[in-house]
């Protein structure tokens, strides 16, 4: 009996010892799970305290459909649109109404009316024989006009400039432009054909535009006042020989290696008013000529294949004081210095 006694008793201190363990790890898991929520309630993000404004301020109450100054990034990048939306619809200088004055000069004609292609020297003064070239185009007849970029530097006739006999009428109180007097004309005028050396088919493979003359070894341009071939460009063995004063095109200097004629004392002609003027190419940047208008030959290749007959290219060449006088009756750009 006592041998049983004693194995009971181990056997029962054996399961109270299992279910102290037990309670124990309970007891352990149920502290644990206490832990861990106090700890979650703990990091939520608490309200700020409400505090009304200082004594004696009034605050300020920002509209619900605006950002406070200080808002968001994206909020203050909207600002600028928001400025150039007003800027848009805000009344400019030129939504005035036009003066009387305006409407007349506006609707006034000009030497450039139906035009769409300019060539523009501008030298100087009347006796500056070096002097710049820019191009004017404008998308239709009665557009503002706008300048191409490139300028190119040219010569003129080493007399300088007088007045032609062109699309714009000579000026009684300034030079005339006179047979053999060594300068160019001034005024707007007409460009002629093209012509050259170069056989026809470059000029195709070239895509220039301009009605092309390909020069032969009789071509001449007549400058005697008495001829019935006066001022033009003829075949010397096909027209009638009345005339003792020429020049040949086909020339040492290259010179008329390409080149426009300009309509300069066109008919009807003006004895001793001048002929055979030309847009060519230059000896040198520093040689004036002898009356035609000189650029280099890569400048002249570029302006031919930007001629256009179409666009009925017009050349002004004026000294820069008189083309002040000028521009704004001409509606030209502001910014046309040589």
Do not use: H
């Amino acid at each position: 009996m006592n041998g049983e006694s004693t194995i009971d008793q181990a056997k029962g201190e054996a399961v109270n010892t299992r279910y102290r363990r037990i309670t124990t790890l309970l007891v352990s898991l149920a502290l644990a799970l206490t832990a861990f929520s106090c700890s979650k309630d703990d990091s939520a993000p608490q309200e700020p305290e409400k505090s009304g404004p200082p004594v004696g301020l009034t605050p300020v109450i920002q509209p619900k459909d605006e950002p406070a100054p200080g808002g968001p990034a994206e909020n203050r990048a909207a600002a600028p649109a928001a400025a150039q939306a007003v800027a848009k619809d805000a009344p400019k200088p030129e939504d005035k109404p036009l003066s009387a004055e305006d409407k007349a000069r506006l609707a006034a004609p000009t030497p450039l009316d139906g035009s769409r292609q300019v060539v523009l020297v501008i030298t100087g003064g009347w006796r500056d024989f070096k002097g710049r070239m820019l191009r004017l185009t404008r998308p239709g007849p009665s557009a503002p006009w706008s300048v191409v970029e490139s300028r190119w530097p040219c010569v003129i006739g080493k007399n300088g400039l007088a007045w032609g006999r062109g699309v714009y009428p000579q000026k009684p109180e300034e030079p005339a432009k006179r047979e053999g007097d060594g300068r160019s004309p001034a005024g707007v005028f007409r460009l002629g054909d093209m012509f050259g050396s170069e056989n026809t088919k470059l000029v195709k493979t070239l895509g220039l535009k301009m009605p092309y003359l390909k020069l032969e070894q009789t071509n001449i341009c007549i400058n005697d006042p008495a001829s019935s071939s006066f001022n033009r460009i003829v075949d010397s063995a096909k027209v009638k020989p009345d005339f003792k004063r020429y020049e040949r095109m086909l020339r040492s200097d290259k010179a008329n290696r390409w080149g426009v004629f300009i309509e300069d004392n066109p008919a009807p002609i003006v004895a001793d008013a001048g002929s055979c003027m030309f847009l060519n190419i230059w000896a040198s940047p520093s040689v004036a000529t002898a009356g035609s208008t000189g650029i280099s030959e890569p400048d002249m290749r570029e302006l031919l294949l930007w001629l256009d007959p179409s666009a009925k290219p017009l050349l002004v060449q004026l000294p820069a004081q008189e083309l002040a006088k000028l521009r704004e009756g001409w509606r030209l750009p502001a910014r046309l210095s040589p």
